[in-house]
């Protein structure tokens, strides 16, 4: 297990696009932590969490993409998660937090999605 997951960053016009990789555990996200609080926290923020190279998550990434779904819509934006693993997905049904955020197999596929 690595000590932390690395982040990415692209913006594409109003939307950015957070690309992590790793193992989103309670000691490693962290820094993927900090990007999506000051994300959330601009005005309208359109942020796609890119989970293509994320192999597992535990409660404690849960909680972060459910907090920055929260604070993005608060400030008149979204979250929006593309390329979930099957493991990662598992877990987010399992809490019911598919529906509160909307899953994408891609992140052209979730800038591309209206709203």
């Known amino acids: 297990m690595t000590d932390r997951v690395d982040v990415a960053v ?7 696009v957070v690309a992590a990789s790793g193992s989103i555990y309670f000691d ?13 926290a601009e005005e309208k923020p ?6 293509t190279e994320v192999d597992l998550c535990d409660s404690s990434g ?7 779904h ?14 979930v693993q099957p493991i990662v ?5 399992a809490t019911h937090l598919t529906r509160m955020l909307p899953l994408y197999d891609t992140a052209e ?7």
Do not use: S, Y
């Not at 692209?10 to 950015?16: E, N």
């Not at 490693?28 to 959330?40: Q, W």
């Not at 359109?46 to 989970?51: A, G, K, N, S, T």
């Open 46 to 51: 359109r942020i796609i969490l890119d989970l």
């Open 28 to 40: 490693t996200h962290e820094a993927l932590k900090e990007t999506l609080v000051a994300l959330a």
């Open 70 to 83: 929260l604070m993005a819509t608060r400030n008149g934006g979204w979250l929006r998660l593309a390329g």
């Open 89 to 93: 997905r598992q877990v987010l049904d």
């Open 62 to 68: 849960l909680n972060m993409m459910a907090q920055t």
């Open 109 to 115: 596929q979730a800038m591309e999605a209206p709203g």
């Open 10 to 16: 692209r913006r594409i016009a109003d939307q950015t």
